[in-house]
């Protein structure tokens, strides 16, 4: 049975920090990798997508993906209130894309002022 | 960059009535489409799976004849609750796929359907 963990939190911190998001999951034949950003009564948005282990870093985002250790997080440099948001991670195994994706339950950030 | 549209934002009906949700890829032609629906402060559950010109896929425990889908361009898919009741009451997002194996998917901005 597919699996992924997440802390749904609230994960609450002061304006400027950096941000750390985790998920650990028990498929091993998961190979790519989502990170979404949900706000309230919208669809999710893709922030990054990163495909088997390794570093992916766009703009204030970093994704990590540790196929070893079944371990995949999201660092949020120089946070800004408008980060405020669940983020959901998602993985899929290989296979042309045609299966829908597994997610984590989403972690609730917040951001203060 | 990818765009799904999908319609309505939100729906209010009595209960025993249909309702269709669409979902549309607006720059890209999607051949596989997915449903997922998600409940307050839950994650998105996969509902089925809609591929173009071919029968829906569905989850266990998700009851095809009430959840129809139907995907007759590479363009647009529908989902329709049937004889809704207010425990069919959710969110229900849909994604779409460009062609191509290691594309992410991207999702519309889903549907709240509230079934009085």
């Known amino acids: 049975q597919k699996e992924v963990e997440q802390d749904p939190g609230p994960l609450s911190v002061p304006e400027g920090a950096i941000v750390s998001l985790n998920c650990t999951y028990s498929?091993?034949?998961?190979?790519?990798f989502m990170w979404y950003r949900q706000y309230s009564r919208k669809g999710p948005e893709l922030l990054m997508y990163t495909y088997s282990s390794g570093n992916k870093e766009d703009g204030r985002f970093t994704a990590q993906v540790d196929k070893s250790s079944k371990y995949i997080s999201l660092f949020i440099r120089d946070s800004q209130p408008s980060d405020s948001a669940t983020y959901l991670c998602a993985m899929r195994e290989p296979g042309g894309g045609a299966d829908g994706l597994t997610f984590g339950k989403g972690t609730h950030l917040i951001i203060q002022p | 960059g990818a765009v799904v549209s999908q319609h309505p934002s939100w729906v209010i009906c009595k209960s025993g009535t249909s309702v269709k949700i669409e979902c549309r890829s607006l720059?890209?032609?999607?051949?596989?489409m997915f449903w997922y629906r998600q409940f307050p402060k839950q994650s998105l559950m996969l509902m089925a799976t809609?591929?173009?010109?071919?029968?829906?896929?569905?989850e266990q425990g998700v009851e095809k004849d009430k959840f129809l889908i139907n995907h007759a361009s590479l363009t647009l898919s529908t989902l329709t609750v049937t004889s809704a009741h207010p425990e069919d009451s959710s969110f229900y997002i849909c994604s779409a796929l460009r062609d191509g194996g290691s594309q992410p998917q991207h999702f519309g901005d889903g549907t709240r359907l509230s079934i009085l």
């Open positions: 498929n091993s034949a998961f190979q790519y």
């Open positions: 720059d890209f032609q999607a051949t596989t």
């Open positions: 809609s591929n173009e010109g071919s029968k829906a896929t569905y």
